[in-house]
């Protein structure tokens, strides 16, 4: 009797357990959801990621290649625009050189041809006409004829030069020396009234004799023999009778 009831109860337990189980898979499937079946979606989702990625790989392969390209031809491009600065900066500097070489044989040269002149002129001074004085490179004639001004300027103008210009104390000195005086190139200017030289200069150095300089009625100057070389000039009117004294380059006298 006891070992029925204790199967009995064995088998009750075995019953309870054996349902309890269906309940306890419903309870959790009815939180959560039944599993999804398995179906094609989720292979094409997993394909279509898999495209994607490979065609952005090969995009930023692609673009990587693209800049690596880009970058080679622009070193070259540099490379060769350097090249050709060098190539023109070596040209440049040869350039200078010839240049400084050129520049050093013309300064010879120059230097040269001053040698020459001036061992020409401490060797062959150039020869004045009889009756001519030789200085500085001119010949000077007294001409003991008496003209006017304007006169006296056409006859040493008919000869090569014109009346004398002093504008040195060693050529007043010069001319002082001479002799006899006469015209020489200086007068009033017809517009100004200042005095100046026929080659329109100033006059930076006087040499008048005292009270004779400026007169109201003198418009141009002559020249006096004197003991000393200062206080020679006097003003006269243009029209009045004076020797003349001409200036003509040592190599261009026409007579």
């Known amino acids: 009797m006891d070992d029925a009831i204790y199967v009995n109860s064995e088998d009750l337990n075995l019953q309870e357990m054996s349902s309890a189980k269906p309940r306890t898979q419903t309870s959790i499937w009815a939180k959560t959801g039944p599993p999804p079946p398995p179906s094609g979606a989720a292979d094409r989702c997993c394909r279509w990621t898999a495209v994607c990625l490979g065609l952005l790989c090969a ?42 070489k050129e520049r050093y044989e013309l300064l010879t040269n120059y230097s040269n041809l001053i040698k020459e002149r001036d061992h020409f002129n401490l060797t062959e001074k150039p020869r ?27 006859y040493c ?20 020396e001479m002799g006899y005086g006469g015209w ?15 080659d329109d200069t100033p006059v930076c150095t006087w040499y008048w004799h ?4 400026n007169t109201t009625s ?3 100057v002559a020249i006096h023999h004197s003991n000393t070389s200062t206080n020679t000039w006097y003003d006269y009117t ?18």
């Open 128 to 154: 004045c006409p009889r009756g001519w004085k030789f200085f500085e490179c001119n010949c000077y004639h007294n001409k003991h004829d008496y003209r006017s001004w304007s006169d006296s300027r056409r």
């Open 210 to 213: 005292p009270g004779k300089s």
């Open 218 to 220: 003198g418009n141009c």
């Open 157 to 176: 103008q008919s000869l090569g030069g014109d009346l004398v210009l002093i504008k040195t104390p060693e050529k007043q000195r010069f001319i002082t």
């Open 59 to 100: 995009l930023l392969l692609g673009l990587f290649i693209g800049l690596a390209a880009w970058l080679l031809t622009e070193r070259h491009q540099l490379l060769t625009n350097n090249t050709n600065l060098l190539k023109e900066r070596d040209q440049l500097l040869t350039n200078h050189t010839n240049l400084l």
């Open 238 to 255: 243009c029209d009045r009778a004076q020797y003349s004294i001409c200036e003509v380059p040592a190599f261009n006298i026409q007579i």
């Open 184 to 198: 020489i190139g200086l007068r009033k200017g017809e517009k100004n009234r200042s005095w100046g030289w026929l």
